[in-house]
C-alpha cells in the first residue's frame, strides 16, 4: 500500500512541477507560443484556461493523496515499541 501511494504522490509532483513550468507569469507561457490566429483549435485562451484547472486539479490530487496516505497507511504502535524496548532490557 505504501509503495501505490508514493508512487502516486511522485508522480502528481512531477506533473504538477512541469504544469506550472509550461506557465508564464504574465499570462503568456505556453498559451502565447501558439500565434495569434483567432480560429485556431485551442485558442489563447483555452490553453490558459486548460493549464489553470490542470494545475488545481493536481494540487487538490496531491494534497487528497497525502491525507490518504497519511490515513490508510498502518503506523507502529507506539505502545507496543515501548513494550518491546523495556522487554530486551530487562
Same mark, same amino acid.
Given at each position: 500500500?505504501?509503495s501505490?501511494f508514493?508512487?502516486? +504522490?511522485?508522480?502528481?509532483?512531477v *506533473? ?5 513550468l509550461?506557465?508564464?507569469p504574465? &499570462? !503568456? ?6 500565434? &495569434? !490566429? =483567432? ?6 485562451? #483555452?490553453?490558459? $484556461?486548460?493549464? @489553470? ?5 493536481? =494540487?487538490?490530487?496531491?494534497?487528497? *493523496?497525502? *491525507? =490518504?496516505? #497519511? +490515513?490508510?497507511i @498502518?503506523?507502529? $504502535? @507506539?505502545?507496543?515499541?515501548? #513494550?518491546?524496548r523495556? @522487554?530486551?532490557?530487562?
Amino acid at each position: 500500500m505504501y509503495s501505490i501511494f508514493a508512487i502516486l +504522490i511522485i508522480l502528481c509532483s512531477v *506533473l504538477l512541477v512541469l504544469i506550472i513550468l509550461i506557465q508564464n507569469p504574465k &499570462g !503568456g507561457g505556453l498559451a502565447s507560443s501558439f500565434g &495569434g !490566429g =483567432a480560429n485556431q483549435m485551442m485558442g489563447v485562451k #483555452n490553453t490558459t $484556461d486548460f493549464l @489553470e484547472k490542470a494545475t488545481w486539479t493536481l =494540487a487538490i490530487s496531491l494534497i487528497v *493523496l497525502i *491525507l =490518504a496516505s #497519511n +490515513i490508510w497507511i @498502518e503506523h507502529p $504502535d @507506539e505502545n507496543s515499541q515501548s #513494550n518491546t524496548r523495556t @522487554e530486551t532490557t530487562n
